[in-house]
Structures are given as C-alpha cells and as structure tokens.
C-alpha cells in the first residue's frame, strides 16, 4: 500500500468518525432536544474533522453528515418538507463554509510557519554575514541607542553586547576626539541623516586604531526612522599608506626642488664664475696691449706689471678655491699636523690683510689671549682666518671696523672676528656656510667672489674637529664668525710632510746654482713653454725646448737631459705616456728625474703622475721660485727635499 493510499484511508476514516461520533452524540440527545435541532451536533465534527484530517476530512464529513443529519429532521426523506429541505441546504453551504474556512487557517498557518522559517534562515544569514564581515557592525534605535553589536565588535573591544548597550560605547573612544564624535552623530540623528565620521577605536589590548564609520538610516513610509545600521571601517594601514606617500610625495618634492635650486645655483656659479674670471682678464689683456704699442715711462711699466700681477694673482685664487673645494667634496684634503702658534698664525693673517684693509680705512682691533702650543696645520688654519678676514674687510664699509679675537674657553679655543658692515638677513644666516650662496647673487652685487670661502672655512674647521657658527642681528647690523678648535690633538692626514717652499720676494735664489744643469722642458702651449725656457735660462740652467710628447722622446734620446720639466694635457700623446715610454726604456735615459708642470691639479691627477714615473707635481700657474727650487732639488743642488708651493697646494717627490 502506498504512502498516498494510507493518507487517504487516514482522511476518509477520520471524517467517517467525526460524522459518526456525531450522529451518535445526535441519538443520544434526540429524547430531549427531538427534532428541533437536527445539525447540532454536526458543525463541531466537520470543525473537527478538518482541522484534524485536512480538506478531505472535513469534506468527508460533511458528506456523511448530510446523510445522516435527516433522520433528526423527519422520519425520512419522503416526508421532508420544503422548509426541511431549505434547512438542508443551508446545512450544506454551511459544511463548505465551515471546510473553506478550516482550509484558509490551515493554509495561514502554513504560510505563517513557512514566513517563520524563511524569517528565522534569513536572520540566520545576517547574523553569519554580520559576524564575520572584517567590519565593526551595529544597530541603533531612533534615538541613538545602540542595542546590537556582531560578533567582531566584541572581539576588537572585548567587551559583550550588554557591557557596550547603549551609549556605553564612549568608553573605547579617544576622550579628545569623542566630543566632536558626540555632536556629528547627534546632529545625524536630529536630521535623520547618513552619518560618516572618522577617529580612533581602542583596542582590547588599549592599543587605538583608526576607523571610518558610517550610519544609514531605515525609515517607514512616512519617513520616520526605524533603526540605523551603522559600520566601522579599520583604516589604519590606508591612513599609513597615505601617510607614507604623502612622505614620499613631499621627498620628491622636495628632490624636485632641490634639483632646481641646484640647476639655478649651478647657473648663477656659473654666470659668477665667468664674471669673476673675465674681470681680472680683462686688465690683464687690456694693460698687456698698452704696454705693448703705447709709449710706457717707468711709471708706467710699473703700474701695468703690478695690475697684471694682481690680477693674475686673483684668477689664481679663484682656481685654488675651486681645486680646494674640489678635494673636500671629494674628501681628498689632507693636514700636515704639526704643534702650532695660534696667536702667531692670527698675526699673520692680519698682517697679510693689513693693506687691504688700509685700502678701506678699516681698523683691525686684536684682543689676543696667550695659547699653550697646540696642533693643527697651519697653512690650512691661516687660510681659514684669512678667508674670514678677508671677507670680513670686504663687507666692512669705508672708516669700519673689524675685531679678532683670540680666547680659551674652557677645553676649546675661540677666534672671533666681528665687523660692523652690512650684515647677513635672517633668511639668509641658515645658508652662510653653503657652496655658491651668496646673500646678493645679482648682477647689480657690489661684492665679487664665487661664494666659496665661507665653506671652505666650515670643512677645514671641521677637519681639525672644530665648529664655525654666525650670528647677525640682521641687515645693516654686521657680522660675528667663531671658531672654536679643541686643544687636544686633531686627526692627521696620510701622506709625507712636506716643507717651506723658498721666498717669493727672489726670482732666482742666490743658494741655487743651475750652471751646468741640462733641463728639458715639454709642453705644446707656446707661450708656457717661452716662460719656463727664459726663467730657467735667467738661472743659467741649459734648456732644451719641445713642443710635443714625441720631440721630447727624440730629444731625450739624443741629449741626455739632467731634469725634464714636462705638461700632462698635450695632444696625440699626452705627458703620462710620454713618462711610462721613457720608464719602460732600458737606458740610462730612463732615470731621468721629472717633474710634472700641468693645470690638472687635484689629489688623483698628482697620483697618476707619480704613478707614470714623475718625481714631482707642481700645478699651473706655478711660482718661478717654485719651479726653480724644484728643478734644482732633482739637479741636486739642494738639500734634497720636495718643496711647497704659496697657494696651499704642496708638490710631491715620489
């Protein structure tokens, strides 16, 4: 038997006992009711029937009620009247109605479990989705009142629901940031408005993490809000991503602006150095040309020579600032250390400056305390007072003065020099110690120089492990540079000591004798060459000319010079192949002290001259009583040291 075959036996029997049961409470209630009544019983067993059996059921006794329901009406059928019959149809449409109605509750029923369950998966589903979303999610009431957090509230905070209900939820704020949270979200809730807000959370562990926060609201049809759904957002890891690029972005920036700043100062160097170059130039070519074809007294003559030779002196200057500033960058610059004379040093300085400072009418006021003996290079320390000097005389304006002072403080020595001139501005005084800055760097600057002294000062200074600062109270207001250098001894530098070069004031030393020396002098300027030849030859020296790397080869072969003098840059073949050919040589030639006269002048090019075979390495322009005491040194006509030249860049001898 099928499982449809015993669900419809279970329905007939069910409404065939409900019809039955009925007719039987009928009988038993006939002696006292009798005929007056014939369906009383029945209404209940049909209501009965299909809400226990269903449709079916209740048809079935229904159908069943409707034949046995007249035998309380009338003895039988043949003697219904038509008001009986009327009564039997009423019975009947009332039976469907009753079945109709029994129908609709069993299928409300139905229908309302179905909506349960459907209702009750659907929470299921939100909760799921509510509680694992990486979200902080929660429900307000109208009024603000937070009655439902999931399930990653409680983790991040670690507290339940319960402990965050309402507006418990101000507890895992920022008590700085809360106040504004407080009024946006009020003001969200008065306007029944979308609410967004950015601040921090505090974590279970009281570590604060950034969130964005947002609440929509649900409202009814007439626009009053039920709830709000609100969400927290963790942005803590984009707010430091941002962070992170707005660095970069600003490094790049600022990279940016650099390089430009860069570009622009390399252009104005570049415009200044010219200027600077060319001035001088000038009033050497231009008194060159007078003294050359107008008419010349003695007067003259001397006026022209000493221009020439100031100004000549000044490219000089500019050249070694450049070269010098060449080797602190590339962190080349050596110190001779050696125990010094401070006071001495800045005497010396002073007296160098005396007639420019003459010049100006400015007065030099000294306040010098006496200094143990102390170590430090002492060319490199002159040179730093000298810079600030010199810079200090030429920003001091006619009828000024400058101040130097010379004091111990404490374990460091101070030398002050303070002049009363123009001044440096505020904006400005953060950029003194930079290469190429100059506070005027227009066309129209009444001051020269290629802004270069100034930090060549700073990197010597620091060299000796010391300090330079400025201080100015503004334009027009003067200037106060110190140095401060310890007491203790400094770092030393690698390589030989070297020595005095011999005066300047002589062109041919009276304790140099060059008779009888055969100097061989290469170089393919012909101008360079015409002077080493006549200074040379005012020595007595026997000198030998070539103007190319090969016919100095040719001529070392044939004359067998004692010294050769020789340039590097020379075309074809330059003054370093020309010296390994000639080392490389079997012959007595290849012995032949040399020196190398050349404008390459920094620390790499004087190694790769001692490395090809040079002796020593003298840069352009070079002093004649340098040239002539070297020459003299490898001829052995001296003691046999290596000599120094005046500018600070010392020759070598290998």
Same mark, same amino acid.
């Not at 707010?239 to 790049?252: V, Y």
């Not at 000089?316 to 001495?344: C, F, H, N, W, Y």
């Not at 190429?436 to 700073?458: C, E, M, P, Y």
């Not at 075309?571 to 050349?598: C, F, H, Y």
């Given at each position: 038997?099928?499982?449809?075959?015993?669900?419809?036996?279970?329905?007939?029997?069910?409404?065939?006992?409900?019809?039955?049961?009925?007719?039987?409470?009928?009988?038993?209630?006939?002696?006292?009711?009798?005929?007056?009544?014939?369906?009383?019983?029945?209404?209940?067993?049909?209501?009965?029937?299909?809400?226990?059996?269903?449709?079916?059921?209740?048809?079935?006794?229904?159908?069943?009620?409707?034949?046995?329901?007249?035998?309380?009406?009338?003895?039988?059928?043949?003697?219904?009247?038509?008001?009986?019959?009327?009564?039997?149809?009423?019975?009947?449409?009332?039976?469907?109605?009753?079945?109709?109605?029994?129908?609709?509750?069993?299928?409300?029923?139905?229908?309302?479990?179905?909506?349960?369950?459907?209702?009750?998966?659907?929470?299921?589903?939100?909760?799921?989705?509510?509680?694992?979303?990486?979200?902080?999610?929660?429900?307000?009431?109208?009024?603000?009142?937070?009655?439902?957090?999931?399930?990653?509230?409680?983790?991040?905070?670690?507290?339940?629901?319960?402990?965050?209900?309402?507006?418990?939820?101000?507890?895992?704020?920022?008590?700085?940031?809360?106040?504004?949270?407080?009024?946006?979200?009020?003001?969200?809730?008065?306007?029944?408005?979308?609410?967004?807000?950015?601040?921090?959370?505090?974590?279970?562990?009281?570590?604060?993490?950034?969130?964005?926060?947002?609440?929509?609201?649900?409202?009814?049809?007439?626009?009053?809000?039920?709830?709000?759904?609100?969400?927290?957002?963790?942005?803590?890891?984009?707010?430091?991503?941002?962070?992170?690029?707005?660095?970069?972005?600003?490094?790049?920036?600022?990279?940016?602006?650099?390089?430009?700043?860069?570009?622009?100062?390399?252009?104005?160097?570049?415009?200044?150095?010219?200027?600077?170059?060319?001035?001088?130039?000038?009033?050497?070519?231009?008194?060159?040309?007078?003294?050359? @074809?107008?008419?010349? %007294?003695? $007067?003259? &003559?001397?006026?022209? +020579?000493?221009?020439?030779?100031? /100004? =000549?002196?000044?490219? *000089?200057?500019?050249?070694?600032?450049?070269?010098?500033?060449?080797?602190?960058?590339?962190?080349?610059?050596?110190?001779?250390?050696?125990?010094?004379?401070?006071?001495?040093?800045?005497?010396?300085?002073?007296?160098?400056?005396?007639?420019?400072?003459?010049?100006?009418?400015?007065?030099?006021?000294?306040?010098?305390?006496?200094?143990? @003996?102390?170590?430090? %290079?002492? $060319?490199? &320390?002159?040179?730093? +007072?000298?810079?600030?000097?010199? /810079? =200090?005389?030429?920003? *001091?304006?006619?009828?000024?003065?400058?101040?130097?002072?010379?004091?111990?403080?404490?374990?460091?020595?101070?030398?002050?020099?303070?002049?009363?001139?123009?001044?440096?501005?505020?904006?400005?005084?953060?950029?003194?110690?930079?290469?190429?800055?100059?506070?005027?760097?227009?066309?129209?600057?009444?001051?020269?120089?290629?802004?270069?002294?100034?930090?060549?000062?700073?990197?010597?200074?620091?060299?000796?492990?010391?300090?330079?600062?400025?201080?100015?109270?503004?334009?027009?207001?003067?200037?106060?540079?110190?140095?401060?250098?310890?007491?203790?001894?400094?770092?030393?530098?690698?390589?030989?000591?070297?020595?005095?070069?011999?005066?300047?004031?002589?062109?041919?030393?009276?304790?140099?004798?060059?008779?009888?020396?055969?100097?061989?002098?290469?170089?393919?300027?012909?101008?360079?060459?015409?002077?080493?030849?006549?200074?040379?030859?005012?020595?007595?020296?026997?000198?030998?000319?070539?103007?190319?790397?090969?016919?100095?080869?040719?001529?070392?072969?044939?004359?067998?010079?004692?010294?050769?003098?020789?340039?590097?840059?020379?075309?074809?073949?330059?003054?370093?192949?020309?010296?390994?050919?000639?080392?490389?040589?079997?012959?007595?030639?290849?012995?032949?002290?040399?020196?190398?006269?050349?404008?390459?002048?920094?620390?790499?090019?004087?190694?790769?001259?001692?490395?090809?075979?040079?002796?020593?390495?003298?840069?352009?322009?070079?002093?004649?009583?340098?040239?002539?005491?070297?020459?003299?040194?490898?001829?052995?006509?001296?003691?046999?040291?290596?000599?120094?030249?005046?500018?600070?860049?010392?020759?070598?001898?290998?």
């Amino acid at each position: 038997m099928t499982k449809l075959t015993r669900e419809r036996i279970r329905v007939f029997l069910i409404g065939l006992a409900a019809a039955l049961a009925a007719a039987l409470v009928r009988a038993l209630l006939f002696r006292f009711v009798g005929t007056s009544i014939p369906f009383l019983t029945f209404f209940p067993a049909i209501i009965l029937a299909s809400l226990w059996g269903g449709t079916r059921a209740g048809v079935t006794a229904s159908l069943l009620s409707l034949v046995l329901a007249p035998f309380w009406m009338s003895p039988g059928f043949k003697a219904l009247d038509r008001i009986a019959w009327l009564n039997l149809l009423f019975f009947a449409l009332t039976c469907a109605l009753i079945v109709w109605v029994v129908r609709q509750i069993h299928w409300s029923r139905r229908k309302s479990t179905e909506l349960d369950a459907k209702l009750a998966d659907t929470e299921a589903r939100f909760r799921h989705l509510a509680d694992n979303i990486p979200q902080l999610a929660w429900m307000a009431r109208p009024d603000g009142h937070i009655f439902w957090y999931n399930r990653r509230w409680s983790e991040y905070t670690g507290a339940t629901a319960g402990e965050m209900d309402g507006w418990k939820w101000e507890k895992v704020h920022d008590p700085d940031i809360l106040p504004e949270v407080l009024k946006t979200w009020r003001l969200a809730l008065e306007k029944r408005e979308p609410w967004e807000h950015t601040f921090p959370l505090r974590r279970h562990d009281g570590v604060f993490r950034w969130f964005l926060s947002r609440a929509m609201p649900l409202c009814d049809s007439e626009g009053r809000v039920v709830y709000w759904f609100g969400s927290n957002t963790d942005i803590t890891e984009q707010r430091e991503h941002a962070e992170e690029r707005r660095r970069i972005l600003e490094s790049e920036r600022a990279a940016r602006s650099n390089a430009e700043r860069a570009s622009l100062l390399k252009d104005e160097f570049l415009a200044t150095l010219s200027h600077e170059l060319r001035t001088p130039l000038n009033a050497i070519l231009g008194w060159t040309q007078l003294l050359r @074809t107008g008419e010349r %007294d003695e $007067a003259s &003559l001397d006026e022209g +020579l000493q221009t020439i030779e100031r /100004n =000549a002196r000044a490219q *000089t200057r500019i050249i070694e600032d450049l070269l010098e500033m060449s080797r602190i960058v590339s962190g080349k610059t050596r110190l001779d250390v050696q125990p010094i004379d401070l006071a001495g040093i800045v005497e010396s300085a002073v007296g160098t400056l005396a007639p420019a400072a003459a010049a100006k009418d400015v007065r030099i006021v000294k306040v010098l305390d006496p200094i143990q @003996t102390m170590s430090g %290079d002492p $060319a490199r &320390l002159q040179q730093v +007072l000298w810079n600030l000097l010199a /810079n =200090a005389i030429k920003f *001091t304006p006619k009828g000024g003065r400058v101040d130097i002072v010379l004091q111990r403080i404490n374990s460091h020595v101070e030398i002050s020099v303070t002049d009363n001139g123009e001044g440096i501005s505020p904006e400005f005084l953060p950029f003194v110690f930079d290469r190429f800055r100059q506070q005027d760097a227009s066309k129209t600057r009444r001051h020269g120089g290629l802004g270069l002294g100034l930090s060549i000062v700073k990197n010597l200074t620091e060299l000796h492990g010391g300090s330079v600062r400025v201080e100015s109270e503004g334009l027009g207001k003067g200037a106060t540079f110190t140095v401060s250098l310890p007491l203790v001894s400094v770092r030393q530098g690698a390589g030989p000591r070297v020595h005095p070069g011999v005066d300047q004031d002589e062109v041919c030393p009276v304790d140099v004798e060059l008779e009888g020396v055969r100097v061989l002098v290469v170089d393919d300027e012909r101008d360079s060459l015409e002077f080493v030849r006549r200074l040379l030859k005012e020595c007595k020296a026997s000198v030998l000319t070539a103007s190319s790397a090969a016919e100095g080869l040719r001529l070392i072969r044939a004359e067998h010079p004692d010294v050769i003098v020789s340039d590097i840059g020379m075309p074809e073949k330059d003054g370093l192949e020309m010296m390994r050919e000639l080392r490389g040589q079997s012959a007595n030639n290849s012995k032949i002290p040399a020196i190398a006269l050349t404008a390459f002048a920094r620390s790499e090019d004087r190694t790769r001259a001692m490395l090809a075979g040079y002796q020593i390495h003298l840069s352009k322009p070079v002093q004649p009583q340098e040239l002539v005491a070297a020459v003299a040194n490898l001829a052995g006509r001296t003691g046999g040291e290596a000599v120094t030249n005046t500018h600070g860049d010392r020759s070598e001898q290998a």
